[in-house]
């Protein structure tokens, strides 16, 4: 029975994750996960107490390492000196967004769920805290700014998001489109070098 308790889950873990991926998680209907794992409705509330729980198997721990590594790369910014901030943008900004992605592709079908699948669920809102967490970020970059004399332009807030919302799209757009994983972590360099750029000009640094 231990031997075999591991392998039922396993089985359940991938029937929702083919079912959630082809229907999303609205659609995805349980009883298919049930029949399609080979198991019946009890054995599945044995490991599971919901549909959402199973979902929640499925991209939660992937979810946790990204938005913690990426609250992470936020404050370690923030201790940098403030000369050392301006020096730094552009290669923390890069190496967070090249850490993440090729994260990202080593679990493929967690963010899939994640980014197109997820409605209706806690994780629904995954790329709006994203870019919570950057307009945060930004706002506290621009206080060091005006604090070293640099003549900050102000940006409407609805400015600000659309270009917020904008950048983590097309920041995951490799992935959505089954780039490979090389050209995927070309495209984030230029990504991240066409975005840098513009953020300068509208700041006026």
Not at 117 to 140: C, N, P, S
Not at 148 to 175: D, I, N, R, T
Request: aromatic share 12%; net charge negative.
């Amino acid at each position: 029975m231990e031997q075999r308790a591991p392998k039922t889950r396993e089985k359940i873990l991938e029937s929702g994750q083919r079912e959630f991926l082809d229907k999303g998680f609205l659609r995805a209907s349980l009883r298919m996960i049930v029949r399609e794992a080979g198991v019946t409705t009890g054995a599945f509330y044995g490991y599971f107490s919901s549909k959402e729980a199973l979902f929640d198997a499925l991209v939660e721990k992937e979810e946790t390492f990204f938005m913690t590594r990426f609250i992470q790369a936020q404050k370690a910014f923030t201790l940098l000196e403030p000369q050392e901030q301006t020096r730094q943008l552009g290669d923390v900004s890069r190496n967070c967004m090249l850490e993440l992605m090729d994260y990202m592709y080593s679990h493929r079908q967690a963010f899939l769920l994640l980014l197109t699948k997820a409605e209706g669920t806690k994780h629904q809102d995954f790329v709006h805290r994203l870019v919570e967490i950057e307009a945060e970020g930004t706002h506290r970059y621009l206080d060091v700014l005006a604090k070293l004399g640099s003549p900050v332009q102000s940006m409407a807030p609805w400015l600000e998001h659309v270009l917020l919302s904008g950048m983590f799209s097309a920041y995951f757009e490799p992935l959505l489109h089954d780039v490979g994983r090389e050209e995927a972590m070309d495209m984030v360099k230029q990504i991240q070098a066409f975005y840098l750029a513009g953020w300068k000009q509208l700041m006026g640094v």
